[in-house]
């Protein structure tokens, strides 16, 4: 029924950064000669061969010092902090790029590796302007933390005492100072290898060598997609989110405004860490009390509007389904792309323009919640909406620019005013003198208070296909979702696969609801049909999916696909906490569906107050007229030139 | 033709096309080990020996496999290729046709160095010539379903695209920078494949091999260093040209031979190699001893040492790639170094800090740019610290 790990063809690959090689490893590890001895500081360890230094050392639990290396990416080997002495060879070699093909005797703290090490050191901060008291990455940068580390008490090739460069505050989402980095290359392999957009490359030789967008324009100008990977690897404060945490203290100082937050999942899975938490210990209900204690006048989740949009974007489908099927119309573009992305979103603009009219026309989440909030709220309240500051607790730097897009203010207001990472939050929270883990636990405000299950698991790369499923199953089958897969967990589109794939047969249909009654007659057309879905998180694999999908191959048959900008969704976004690894992702999307189970309400369309919204004042339905004007958007095809 | 200044070459004597109606009459492996008995080892300055590189890439299992020329002349005080390529192209074409029979390639390339691109007509009409004999494409040079092409691409002026992997990068279009080694390119090469790249005079020399054996070339030389090497001669002598010497030759002897005998150092092997100073000139040209790509640059008397080690770390600060911290960063601060030294102003303490960052960045840097970068400066600054302390104001610790 299900074939998880869908794999594509590598052809169309983006050209790699530079020099990414891989050793073949042996395939069958139990092969002989398929494992090798290494001596490493005189302990001895087998490893199967190709084994780079540097994992064998942290197999020996032997710490290797790394700037360039970052498990995320492939190996650049240009930083050489790594740099150990192996036995028999002239030169130091870079530990991250050297694979094990001989039993080679390893020493990683010589007269000469501790030497090179404090010189590279030197080298870097002759370069590094700035002072580490005034900057984003204070206390969590990789090159203080090494200073630290190899006891530099002064500047050897001395310090600059000037900038070199101009900070680059053209984008909403990144802020880029140059004179930070140490071109580690970290951004370039993630914006070129690991996202595949390619923003960013090396320009210029030698000491001149930077980090440069297309010929040195302002970020904001280029086909950067905001996802804000590049700063969750940058080993120092070179690239940062740009913070409206100021704005934000402002409109909370200021008396005459109605300051309310919405917290998406994946922060409340992620701040924990900013607060020395081990990854994946949510602290949902202990932020909403920090929040309040910071000023914020209402907190609300932002699992109200995930719900709100499985509703517009499962109707939508439902509609582009019925067209296609019953209407035989032509003109309906299916598979369906889901919206709430705004990296990917972006993404599809600049390099898949023509699949615009794929996208689900519904905003993202915290779009929607904007619009409610400055329009349903506001009549509720009996505030006048002017007076309404939105601030959306966000894991993305890309939210930073949806809530800038002009067409974002249907509510007559800026729908957003300003989007906030969790790394800004958490900044905030210190700020205030605020414990964060020690905090009681609270409850979000009414009346969006009730949240439900799939607004959760929006956070992780699934999730919203999962929820979406959750929903359209019983609003087509009149049955419970759990007739069909145990606990209403929909494993096949869970994961950390990079494009998964799944078939849902639809053997039996019930009668139409309420909610739905005004698009569908009834649902016998579906019957016997085989919804067809896929995953996709990363923009590299988002990629694959569409040349998959313009090749006429096996995707585009889908109805629906789920598509993250980031790695691993959410969780992985462009605002989490840094450090980002694969199992720090792993660890947040745990808590994730922790928390999923843990609710009594798991479905979008049972949620009460979805309900009560379509009841009171979304009248006509999902993607009625009203709701089309507060909930739903546009695309700007902006192809390689538009910004 | 050239210019330049030609001492009689070996490579004139050769009969075109002997080197390679013998090596097909061997089979590969015959080819591997006649090239292997001969010594000969790379003539670029690295000195990998030939036949060794050769057996890697025929032994790498995979179906495509490249033969490259470096072409990619930059070494200052370098430019015996040009000469090479001006007069005996088709001798070097003749090797790189006979490498490909010995590995299995199908296609060779010469990367030419940018600033050569007023040889590309001339290199290109020869290699006409040599399709129209039927020296090159299907059945090359009568070879029965052997098949060999080559194609000339052309650098574009970075220094750094002479490092073999460097220039694979450039040839696939990539910013010319060097990879990470292991893989080496005989195992992961041009576009991820067996790749034998080896410098021009390797391969004029294999081709001379190949007419003339291996037993011939054995003899000349020294045990270590086989054969003759053709060397380019520059800077305080009274005939600067290109020259061939059998390996092991003296400086002394060289000097005499090109008329430069009052010289007080010698560059060897470019601005990468060393600063031999004259009291060591009964040093032998040779692997085991002074190394060299073939460059011999002669300092007269009159020279002021300083500013020959800052012209070389100019040189290097200009053309690092910029990829890895010690290249990129050292070569800059070596050479403030050294302007603070002809201000006098650098310090005893300081200038034995630029002596260590000098070693780090020979043991630490990626590639042999940026571990060769600072020999010059190093081994001027042990051979004639009374020339470069103590200048005008000077401030001593």
């Known amino acids: 029924m299900t074939d998880k790990n869908i794999k594509l063809k590598e052809e169309s690959r983006a050209p790699v950064s530079s020099s990414v090689q891989k050793f073949a490893a042996p395939q069958n590890e139990k092969a002989i000669g398929a494992t090798i001895t290494v001596t490493i500081d005189d302990k001895q360890i087998k490893v199967p061969m190709g084994t780079t230094i540097l994992e064998a050392a942290k197999k020996l639990n032997i710490h290797i010092p790394t700037l360039c290396y970052h498990e995320d990416l492939c190996v650049a080997g240009v930083c050489r902090i790594c740099a150990v002495e192996v036995e028999g060879q002239r030169t130091l070699q870079a530990s991250c790029a050297y694979p094990i093909t001989a039993p080679i005797t390893v020493r990683t703290h010589t007269r000469k590796v501790r030497q090179a090490r404090r010189h590279i050191l030197d080298l870097l901060l002759s370069k590094h302007y700035g002072e580490c008291y005034a900057c984003a990455r204070n206390n969590n940068c990789e090159l203080q933390a090494l200073a630290k580390e190899y006891g530099v008490d002064f500047f050897r090739f001395g310090h600059p005492d000037k900038p070199r460069f101009e900070v680059d505050r053209s984008s909403y989402s990144v802020v880029r100072d ?33 980090v440069e967008t297309f010929v040195d324009k302002p970020l904001g100008e280029v086909v950067c997609i905001n996802c804000g990977q590049c700063i969750n690897r940058c080993p120092t404060g070179a690239l940062r989110a740009n913070d409206p945490a100021d704005e934000v203290w402002a409109a909370i100082d200021d008396p005459a405004k109605h300051v309310v937050i919405q917290t998406a999942p994946s922060p409340r899975a992620g701040i924990g860490e900013c607060f020395g938490l081990e990854p994946g210990q949510p602290l949902t209900f202990q932020m909403n009390t920090a929040l309040r204690l910071c000023g914020f006048d209402k907190v609300f989740d932002t699992n109200f509007s995930a719900d709100l949009t499985i509703i517009e974007e499962g109707t939508e489908l439902l509609i582009r389904l019925y067209k296609a099927l019953v209407q035989k119309d032509k003109s309906v573009a299916l598979p369906q792309f889901t919206s709430c992305s705004p990296g990917w979103v972006k993404f599809l603009e600049h390099f898949y323009p023509e ?27 009996k505030i006048d909406p002017k007076d309404i500051v939105t601030v959306a607790l966000m894991p993305c730097s890309a939210k930073k620019f949806e809530c800038n897009r002009p067409e974002m203010c249907d509510s007559g207001f800026k729908d957003i005013d300003y989007g906030l990472t969790t790394r800004e939050l958490a900044q905030m929270i210190s700020e205030a003198g605020i414990n964060l883990p020690a905090m009681e636990k609270s409850d979000f405000d009414d009346p969006f208070g009730t949240a439900t299950g799939s607004g959760v698991i929006f956070g992780a790369t699934g999730g919203v296909m999962e929820a979406a499923l959750r929903t359209v199953i019983e609003l087509v089958t009149g049955k419970k979702v759990e007739n069909f897969f145990d606990h209403a967990d929909i494993i096949p589109v869970r994961g950390m696969e990079g494009i998964r794939y799944a078939e849902i047969p639809i053997k039996e249909v019930g009668p139409v609801p309420d909610l739905v009654k005004h698009v569908v007659k009834d649902w016998k057309w579906l019957k016997g049909a085989t919804l067809k879905v896929a995953v996709a998180h990363g923009t590299a694999n988002a990629k694959r999916v569409m040349e998959n999908i313009k090749a006429g191959g096996k995707l585009s048959e889908c109805h629906f696909i789920e598509f993250m900008a980031c790695p691993g969704g959410c969780i992985g976004g462009g605002g989490q906490p840094i450090p980002t690894s694969p199992a720090i992702r792993a660890a947040r999307a745990r808590a994730i569906y922790a928390e999923d189970t843990a609710y009594e309400v798991r479905k979008s369309h049972e949620n009460p107050a979805i309900e009560r919204i379509y009841n009171e004042f979304l009248k006509e339905g999902p993607c009625s007229h009203l709701a089309h004007k507060l909930l739903h958007t546009h695309y700007t095809p902006r192809g390689k030139y538009i910004v | 033709m050239s ?339 002809q201000q006098g102003k650098c310090s005893m303490h300081y200038l034995r800090e630029l002596c260590a960052l000098g070693e780090t960045m020979q043991l630490a840097s990626k590639c042999g740019l940026g571990q060769t970068s600072p020999n010059a400066f190093l081994s001027i600054v042990k051979n004639f610290p009374d020339e470069i302390m103590g200048r005008a104001g000077a401030a001593q610790e």
């Open chain 1, 178 to 210: 140059m004179d930070k980095c140490i071109l580690c290359r970290r951004c370039v392999r993630t914006c070129i290898d690991l996202q595949e957009v390619g923003v960013l490359e090396v320009a210029g030789r030698s000491e001149a060598s930077k």
């Open chain 1, 355 to 381: 699949y615009i009219p794929n996208l689900s026309s519904a905003k993202s989440p915290q779009q929607m919640f904007g619009a409610v909030i400055k329009t349903y709220y506001a009549k509720l309240m």
């Open chain 2, 3 to 341: 210019e330049t200044y030609t001492a009689p070459l070996t490579f004139s004597k050769v009969k075109a096309g002997k080197g390679l109606e013998a090596a097909l009459e061997l089979d590969r492996a015959g080819v591997i080990n006649e090239i292997t008995a001969s010594g000969l080892k790379g003539r670029g300055g690295a000195g990998f020996p030939t036949g060794v590189k050769w057996n890697l890439a025929a032994a790498a299992k995979d179906p495509v496999k490249y033969v490259v020329c470096n072409a990619d002349e930059g070494e200052p005080g370098t430019f015996k290729d040009r000469v090479i390529l001006t007069d005996h192209a088709d001798l070097v074409f003749e090797g790189m046709t006979i490498c490909a029979y010995a590995i299995g390639a199908k296609k060779g390339i010469l990367y030419l160095r940018g600033e050569y691109t007023y040889l590309q007509d001339h290199i290109e009409g020869i290699l006409r010539k040599r399709r129209e004999a039927k020296l090159l494409g299907k059945n090359a040079g009568g070879k029965k379903g052997f098949e060999f092409n080559i194609e000339v691409r052309m650098g574009s002026g970075a220094y750094i695209c002479g490092e073999e992997t460097a220039l694979i990068e450039s040839l696939e279009g990539q910013r010319g920078e060097p990879r990470n080694r292991p893989p080496f390119p005989v195992n992961t090469g041009f576009l991820g494949h067996p790749t034998v790249p080896n410098n021009v005079e390797t391969f004029a020399w294999a081709a001379t091999i190949m007419s003339k054996g291996s037993e011939w070339f054995k003899k000349i030389g020294t045990d270590k260093s086989a054969g003759l090497k053709i060397f380019s001669v520059s800077g305080d002598c009274k005939q600067p040209g290109v020259y061939e010497f059998p390996l092991g030759i003296t400086i002394k002897e060289l000097l005499k031979a090109v008329g430069g005998l009052d010289a007080k150092a010698v560059q060897v092997g470019g601005a990468s190699g060393s600063c031999v100073p004259a009291r060591e000139f009964n040093r032998k040209i040779a692997f085991e001893d002074v190394a060299t790509g073939g460059s011999i640059i002669v300092f007269g008397p009159q020279r002021d040492m300083l500013k020959v080690a800052e012209n070389f770390m100019e040189f290097f600060h200009d053309e690092s790639c910029g990829q890895c911290t010690p290249c990129r960063e050292g070569n800059g601060k070596i050479l403030e170094g050294i302007h603070m030294l």
